[in-house]
């Protein structure tokens, strides 16, 4: 059984900044992507940022330039630094992760989600 857990949300003022962070457990072969989807009241999910393997990362054009994806690969962390935060940042962000373990090959997880709000 794979978990990801997410930390790190909360309220922050506009132009503030946040980290989150989310943690991959269980058995895990590979982690093959990890990335952040965000979703906001009555909008679909959408995709944040991503960091694939050997380090190539995605971020969605809304947040080039404010937010920054890293991986600790040894803790199997994805990190998501966000700056100059925006109210319509406002969202659940969700961690996601590819991955290869004792479920299968390539399966897709999910996290629960952390609140970010950006609020004066």
Known sequence: QVQLVESGGGLVQP??????????????????????????????????ARIIVGGSTNYADSVKGRFTISRDNAKNTVYLQMNSLKPEDTAVYYCNSILSGAGGYGMDYWGKGTLVTVSS
């Open 15 to 48: 132009g503030g900044s946040l980290r989150l962070s989310c943690a991959a457990s269980g058995s895990i072969f590979q982690i093959h992507v990890m990335g952040w989807y965000r979703q906001a009241p009555g909008k679909p999910r959408e995709l944040v």
